[in-house]
């Protein structure tokens, strides 16, 4: 079993910057595969981002490549998005969620997830 803590959203200008976190408590948590997802108001959630357990093999959706870096420490049992360049679009609910082991890009392969917290790019 594992609990989801997201911090760190909020409203931010276009080409601001935002830096979320994800605090995991129980046990074993250098054995899930973590990753950021988000929602907007009317849409499915998607996938943004995923890290593998060990962090060296990481994924990103198309529209945040180049903007975002997801990172892990596994001894602190946290996650980390950092979003630079931010756009209107990336306007949606930000969640984190684990799954065990293996690396999968679709949210319904996750077993774990936050609360969410919301992120508001606008001017």
């Known amino acids: 079993q594992v609990q989801l803590v997201e911090s760190g959203g909020g409203l931010v200008q276009p080409g601001g910057s935002l830096r979320l976190s994800c605090v995991a408590s129980?046990?074993?948590?250098?054995?899930?595969?973590m990753g950021w997802f988000r929602q907007a108001p009317g849409k499915e959630r998607e996938f943004v981002a995923i890290?593998?357990?060990?962090?060296?093999?990481?994924e990103y959706t198309d529209s945040v490549k180049d903007r975002f870096t997801i990172s892990r420490d596994n001894v602190k049992n946290t996650v980390a998005l950092q979003m630079n360049n931010l756009k209107p679009e990336d306007t949606a609910v930000y969640y984190c969620?684990?799954?065990?082991?293996?690396?999968?890009?679709?949210?319904?392969?996750?077993?774990?997830w936050g609360q969410g917290t919301q992120v508001t790019v606008s001017s």
């Open positions: 969620a684990a799954r065990w082991s293996s690396v999968r890009l679709n949210p319904k392969e996750y077993d774990y």
């Open positions: 129980g046990r074993f948590f250098s054995n899930y595969v």
């Open positions: 890290i593998s357990v060990s962090g060296g093999r990481s």
